[in-house]
Each structure stands twice: as structure tokens, then as C-alpha cells.
């Protein structure tokens, strides 16, 4: 039973567009929720975060939504660019249960086209 | 500036021997996780500890082991490798009551 989905395995967009990714969770227990960026051959950086007492969090070009009701977020990413083109992967975790384990997604690799 | 280091990067073993791969980190967090992580798939958790002396075992735990001896360590053993284990690695670790993780660069384990 995977608790943390995310559906699209690839997604490409054009340089200064909006990119946007999708997140998917099961367990109504989560109440922090994170994306992670990672590089080949490297490993994930830590992006953007949100909590459940939240509905949006903004830094720079990156935006988390969150919509408990659906259990669904997603990341914005505007305008994109292309060292935007990594993996991304979106975890979730019941912090204050569990200190800061993390369930993780597959990851939606995101190419940037110049 | 503080980090956190794995060693080896790469490593090729045969099938049945035991493997150690190292984890290092100066961050001085309480938190640290193993992950592999799989073509097709994300990071799955192998063990996580909270502290000195605490592990527990994680999603896909069968065949690793660790132990946790002081805060900047913890070693990943797979007891007798097999051809299921071929993998990246990838070391974590966090402050206490942070969701926000701190990865290792990886290891490539290939197991012949």
C-alpha cells in the first residue's frame, strides 16, 4: 500500500512556463509534507515544506499547495528554467509522531526545454 | 561547514559476502536513515535511528542491519549480499522534530 503517490513519472515544459507537479498521499495521519530536488548522481536537497495547518507555502519561484480535504499537493515552479530538470520527489511525515521519518513518492522527473 | 559523507561512492561485491557501507555526518543531528532507492522507484527506508544506541527497522529491512554508536555514525551491513541488493544508497539525517532531511551524495552497490 503505498501512502505517498505520484502519478506522472515525467513531466516536460517549456523555459518561463509553469511547471506543475502532483502529489497524492492515503494517510489522513500525515502532517508535514515536503519536496526534495535531486540531480544525477546525487543526492536529494531538500526544496520546500508545508504543513497541514497550512494551505500554501512560498519561496522564491517555488510554491507548495495542499489540499487535506483531497489529500493532495502539488508544486509550482514560475517561471521555470532549465537547471529546474531534475527528479522531484514529494514525502510526507507525521512529525510530531514519528520525529522526522518521511514517506517518499516514485519522483516525477521534470525536463526544462530551453 | 558541516556534511554528511558515504563511503564508498561505488562498490562491487560478490553474492554471499557481508558488505559495510559507512554514513558520516557533522551536523550533530539526532536523526539518521538509510534509504535504497530503485530504477521505477522512490526512496524506500531500510533502518532510521533517533539517537546513540536506538535503530528500528524500516519498510525493506529484510538482509541490513546497523548500529548506532555515537551521533555522527551509522553503518549500513548487508550480512550476506544478494543480487536483489544491487542498489543506490543513500544516507540521511535531521534534527529531531524536523521533517527536513539531509542527504548523503550516494553509494552504487552492485552485487555480481
Known amino acids: ?114 | 561547514d558541516a556534511e554528511i559523507t558515504q563511503s564508498p561512492r561505488h562498490k562491487i561485491t560478490e553474492t554471499g559476502r557481508q558488505v559495510t557501507l559507512a554514513c558520516h555526518q557533522t551536523w550533530n543531528h539526532n536523526n539518521m536513515f538509510w534509504y535504497r532507492q530503485d530504477l521505477g522507484h522512490g526512496l524506500r527506508l531500510i533502518h532510521y535511528s533517533y539517537g546513540v544506541q536506538d535503530t528500528n527497522k524500516g519498510e525493506v529491512s529484510d538482509g541490513y542491519s546497523v548500529s548506532r554508536s555515537n551521533t555522527e555514525d551509522l553503518p549500513l551491513t548487508l550480512e550476506s549480499a544478494a543480487s536483489s541488493q544491487t542498489s543506490v544508497y543513500f544516507c540521511a539525517s535531521s534534527e529531531f522534530w524536523k521533517g527536513e532531511q539531509y542527504f548523503g551524495p550516494g553509494t552504487r552497490l552492485t552485487v555480481t
Open chain 1, 1 to 114: 500500500d503505498q501512502q505517498v503517490k505520484q502519478n506522472s513519472p515525467s513531466l516536460s515544459v517549456q523555459e518561463g512556463r509553469i511547471s506543475i507537479l502532483n502529489c497524492d498521499y492515503t494517510n489522513s495521519m500525515f502532517d508535514y509534507f515536503l519536496w526534495y530536488k535531486k540531480y544525477p548522481a546525487e543526492g536529494p536537497t531538500f526544496l520546500i515544506s508545508i504543513s497541514s495547518i497550512k494551505d500554501k507555502n512560498e519561496d522564491g519561484r517555488f510554491t507548495v499547495f495542499l489540499n487535506k480535504s483531497a489529500k493532495h499537493l502539488s508544486l509550482h515552479i514560475v517561471p521555470s528554467q532549465p537547471g529546474d530538470s531534475a527528479v522531484y520527489f514529494c514525502a510526507a511525515s507525521q512529525l510530531w509522531t514519528n520525529a522526522g521519518k518521511s514517506t517518499f513518492g516514485d519522483g516525477t522527473t521534470l525536463t526544462v526545454k530551453p
